[in-house]
């Protein structure tokens, strides 16, 4: 499944400029790379929302960009990047950086010159830009952003685009603090909601992490030193410590807590995704744990049906007769919360619904009349009598009638299909009712009769033949 690419900024430089792409699914690997038109750039990765890419230098004019995580499957979103290789003025020239390293925050002192006093003075720490402080044409300052511990390469631009190239490298160095955590929100919720963790100390580590239950541990997203984010994982129940860590191995919690709690049904899978109206679809997923659960089908305004549950992960309800097309498909239970929406399409013939059939009970050879709805005039429309078929004769689409046929059982079920195949819903109990001796048994008798009457007539003719021999 390729990311989804919603943005970027900025929306026009020149070549060279680092292009922040903001979406989502991005893969931090090897293969994690941008495009430009038909060119591809090595990407950075910053957050599974965020990545940044350099605007190859061999392009001009506008380029349609898109995103891979792994150089085959692309993002198809339509967005553009302007390359514009005209220049603006000369970059600076960076000769020296004061200090060389230290942790984020760390105030550094830039030396150089064709520094200019613009509201664009930027440094670049890498692939990430901050505001820059003018001082004088040979010295700015500026201050190292949040990032990962490493070297980066520290470059300045009068005009927020063209960089200098002196590959000056400032150390990031990972902080020995532990973490002070002092507020969960929300504090309760269920698995992979997204949780709010405000305190102090918290570092832009590659090993910053949130820890549940003092047993199951997940990489946190830096925000800013007082407030980091991490979702909330599976397998967990009831009231269990967080902790956080800058390094994955010093954790902190300060008896702060967060309660798992059920969370809404989620739909994974429907079967089948298409059909007539009346087919039973099958909806799997997890989270269906209320006695009463819904179906409901439609745009703004649904169709509810009941489900059937069949276990927490499964549930099984009848599609409605009386829609058409692409809808949305969803479950709710009896307090009215609801699922993700996942799309069903009806199309095909309609599966009929018997109301009611007159008489409920008669003799083999009798007509039926069957009141429903959604019959259709189809040279394929059925009555099925327990297991024995027979076709039917349309009358309207709420009424059909069908021979009684001979049948082995007594009681049987009643159903209707219009294309032979999809029976009804809502069939209906057939009693047989037999006079004395059943049809069966007069038709073995009338055969049994007809069979004497044969022999003896061929038995009276060779008698015949043989006196007139003698005469």
């Not at 950075?44 to 898109?66: D, H, N, W, Y």
């Not at 800013?224 to 800058?246: D, F, R, T």
């Not at 038709?443 to 021999?469: E, M, Q, W, Y």
């Amino acid at each position: 499944m390729p990311p989804k690419l919603r943005e970027i900024t900025p929306v026009k430089g020149p070549p060279g400029t680092m292009v922040s792409f903001f979406g989502s699914d991005f893969i931090r690997n090897s293969t994690l790379s941008c495009r430009f038109d038909k060119i591809l750039v090595r990407a950075t990765f910053v957050t599974s929302e965020m990545v940044i890419c350099r605007a190859p230098s061999s392009l001009s004019g506008a380029q349609k960009v898109s995103i891979s995580n792994n150089g085959l499957t692309w993002s198809t979103e339509f967005i553009s990047f302007i390359i514009d290789d005209k220049k603006e003025g000369e970059a600076p020239v960076v000769s020296s950086i004061k200090p060389t390293e230290g942790p984020i925050g760390s105030q550094i002192t830039v030396f150089g010159n064709g520094f200019k006093n613009t509201q664009k003075l930027t440094c670049r720490f890498g692939v990430i830009e901050v505001q820059a402080i003018y001082l004088t044409s040979s010295q700015i300052s500026c201050v190292a952003p949040p990032r990962f511990p490493g070297p980066v390469y520290l470059e300045v631009a009068n005009d927020g685009s063209n960089f200098s190239d002196s590959e000056n490298i400032f150390l990031y160095q990972a902080g020995n603090k532990v973490p002070a955590l002092m507020v969960v929100d929300p504090n309760s919720g269920a698995e992979g909601i997204q949780i709010n963790l405000h305190g102090k100390d918290f570092e832009a580590s590659s090993e910053l992490q949130c820890r549940f239950n003092e047993s199951v541990s997940a990489l946190a997203k830096y925000v800013k030193p007082n407030h980091i984010i991490c979702i909330a994982p599976s397998g967990l129940i009831g009231k269990v410590l967080v902790e956080v860590s800058n390094d994955g191995k010093k954790f902190a919690s300060n008896q702060k807590y967060f309660t798992f709690v059920q969370g809404k049904p989620v739909i994974l899978n429907i079967n089948p995704s298409s059909g007539p109206g009346g087919v039973t679809v099958t909806v799997t997923g997890r989270d269906f744990k209320q006695k009463k659960a819904f179906c409901n089908f439609g745009e703004s305004k649904k169709i509810q049906v009941p489900a059937v549950l069949v276990s927490a992960s499964t549930l099984t309800c009848k599609a409605p007769t009386n829609m058409k097309g692409s809808v949305y498909l969803d479950i709710s239970d009896e307090t009215d919360v609801h699922s993700n929406e996942v799309r069903f399409v009806f199309k095909g013939t309609p599966i009929p619904r018997i109301i009611a059939v007159d008489p409920a009970a008669a003799s083999v050879g009798s007509l039926i009349n069957v009141v429903g709805r959604d019959f259709e005039n189809s040279t394929k429309l059925t009555c099925r009598f327990g297991d024995v078929f027979v076709f039917a004769s349309f009358i309207s689409p709420t009424l059909i009638s069908c021979i009684a046929p001979e049948n082995t059982e007594k009681k049987i079920f009643l159903e209707v299909a219009n294309d032979g195949i999809s029976f009804s819903s809502g069939r209906k109990r057939f009693t047989y009712l037999y006079s004395g001796v059943s049809f069966l048994t007069i038709c073995l008798l009338v055969s049994v009769v007809v069979l004497v009457l044969a022999v003896g007539l061929i038995f009276n003719k060779r008698r015949k033949f043989v006196t007139s021999k003698r005469l």
